[in-house]
T-cell receptor, first 111, second 112 residues
C-alpha cells in the first residue's frame, strides 16, 4: 500500500526559515513532488526529487532520502504570501495511481 | 502558453443529478488525470487517461466515469450525485504518462 504523512499545520514568522517534513511508504517509488496550494486554487509545482540529496530553487529547497522514506521542503526568508498548504506527493509505479498525495501541511506565516 | 483549462469554474447541483466536467490539457500533452479534493485534504486520484485509453483508476464508485477525446481533452462524468461529492475537481495533464503533472484551476462542485 501507499502511505504519506506530513504535519497538518505549522506556523512560522515572516523572515524566518521553516522545514516541512514528509515521510512515505511505497513499493515502487519513482520520485517525490512538492506542490504549493493557496486556498481555493489549484496546486502549483515547487520541486521534484528522484535521487537522494538536496535540490535548491531560490528560497525553496527540497531534500530526499530514499533509504529513510523521508523528504523535507525548506522555505527561507518567509513572506506572508507563503501562507498556503504544501502537498507532498509520491510517484509510485507499482500501482495505477500516477501521484499519491499526502493530506497537506497548512503553513501560516505571521508578522 | 495556455495552461490546463477546466470548465465550468463553479457548479451547483442537486442530489441525484448528473454532472459533466471538462478539461483541456496543455498543448502537446497526451495524458490527463482527474483528482477529487475535499476541503482540508490532499487530492485523491480518480482516473488517468493516456492516448485515449484508461490507464489508472482510483477507489471511486462506478458513478464516476471519464473519457479522453482524440484531441486529448477529457470529460469527467458523475451520476446520481451525493452530498459527499461536493469537492474541488482537479484535472492535471502531463506530456507522457509518468511525467510531471500540471494542474488546472479546478471545478468547484457543490451538491445540495
Amino acid at each position: 500500500g501507499q502511505n504519506i504523512d506530513q504535519p497538518t499545520e505549522m506556523t512560522a514568522t515572516e523572515g524566518a526559515i521553516v522545514q516541512i517534513n514528509c515521510t512515505y511508504q511505497t513499493s515502487g517509488f519513482n520520485g517525490l513532488f512538492w506542490y504549493q496550494q493557496h486556498a481555493g486554487e489549484a496546486p502549483t509545482f515547487l520541486s521534484y526529487n528522484v535521487l537522494d540529496g538536496l535540490e535548491e530553487k531560490g528560497r525553496f529547497s527540497s531534500f530526499l532520502s530514499r533509504s529513510k522514506g523521508y523528504s523535507y521542503l525548506l522555505l527561507k526568508e518567509l513572506q506572508m504570501k507563503d501562507s498556503a498548504s504544501y502537498l507532498c506527493a509520491v510517484r509510485d509505479l507499482s500501482g495505477n495511481t500516477p501521484l499519491v498525495f499526502g493530506k497537506g501541511t497548512r503553513l501560516s506565516v505571521i508578522a | 502558453d495556455a495552461g490546463v483549462t477546466q470548465s465550468p469554474t463553479h457548479l451547483i447541483k442537486t442530489r441525484g443529478q448528473h454532472v459533466t466536467l471538462r478539461c483541456s490539457p496543455i498543448s502537446g500533452h497526451k495524458s490527463v488525470s482527474w483528482y477529487q479534493q475535499v476541503l482540508g485534504q490532499g487530492p485523491q486520484f480518480i482516473f488517468q487517461y493516456y492516448e485515449k485509453e484508461e490507464r489508472g483508476r482510483g477507489n471511486f464508485p462506478d458513478r464516476f466515469s471519464a473519457r479522453q477525446f482524440p484531441n486529448y481533452s477529457s470529460e469527467l462524468n458523475v451520476n446520481a450525485l451525493l452530498l459527499g461529492d461536493s469537492a474541488l475537481y482537479l484535472c492535471a495533464s502531463s506530456l507522457e504518462r509518468d511525467y510531471e503533472q500540471y494542474f488546472g484551476p479546478g471545478t468547484r462542485l457543490t451538491v445540495t
